[in-house]
């Protein structure tokens, strides 16, 4: 149903263009890594891949689940709270690996949080948590990395701002760009592994920003 709505609700909210590398391949089992740097990117993601034929179970914010309707729509459809600095958090790798191991592809957000920046602008990929590559040393899973593109045209900076946005976005419909290259296996020590993971779904994010004629994106 998310993915679903995603699809209907983000065309509404702005034009969404989607490119793949010609050796994609979103196949069963993968977990799929994407760049975070709005509320609104889940949603642009979701649709991008929805286009792709694709529904992935989402590593998401436990507090998300406290929200009403959407709580029981993410249980309901087996989605994965994550507990930050909680003895909790471990348990998500263990739902991310069942989820997985079923062939289902988990998209998951290695930075582990929104940049705390004010302006609209595109920035290149935070440092990466190691829960992704300790996903894919425990699984031995493909990582599919994406890059995003233009959601902080949506959401981003204040409380206020973020309203006013959403409020705005079906007026201004501003371009957004999602770009899925193709799978990698990280190999080495788990540093080795999340380095490699983020310098491919930063890659990525620089060809969706580049299509969105994004300065940072031959800054970065």
């Known amino acids: 149903m998310l993915s679903r ?3 209907v609700l983000v065309p509404i909210a702005g034009r969404l263009t989607v ?3 010609a050796d994609a391949d979103l196949a069963p089992g993968s977990i ?3 760049n975070h740097t709005s509320l609104a990117d889940p949603a642009v993601v979701l649709a991008a891949l929805h286009r792709l034929g694709v529904r992935p179970v989402v590593m998401a914010a436990a507090g998300l689940w406290r929200v009403p309707l959407l709580g029981s729509a993410l249980a309901r459809e087996g989605h994965i709270p994550v507990h930050r600095n909680d003895p909790r958090a471990a348990h998500a790798l263990d739902l991310a690996a ?3 191991d079923a062939g289902r592809l988990v998209l998951i957000y290695a930075e582990g949080g929104i940049p705390e ?4 602008a595109e920035a ?3 440092p990466f948590r190691s829960g992704l590559a300790r996903l894919a040393e425990r699984t031995g899973a493909p990582v599919v990395p994406v890059g995003q593109a233009g959601a902080r045209r949506i959401t981003s900076g204040s409380t206020a701002k973020q309203l006013a946005g959403v409020a705005t976005a079906p007026l201004r419909r501003p371009r957004l760009h999602v770009h899925v290259s193709a799978p990698l296996t990280p190999t080495g020590d788990r540093a080795a592994r999340t380095a490699q993971a983020h310098g491919a ?3 990525a994010w620089r060809t969706a920003a580049a299509g969105l004629g994004e300065p ?3 800054a970065a």
């Open 117 to 120: 920046r004010k302006d609209a």
């Open 201 to 203: 779904v930063t890659a």
């Open 5 to 7: 709505l995603a699809d």
């Open 32 to 34: 799929v890594a994407a």
């Open 98 to 100: 069942d989820a997985l």
């Open 124 to 126: 290149a990929p935070h």
């Open 216 to 218: 940072a994106a031959w």
């Open 19 to 21: 490119t793949t590398d």
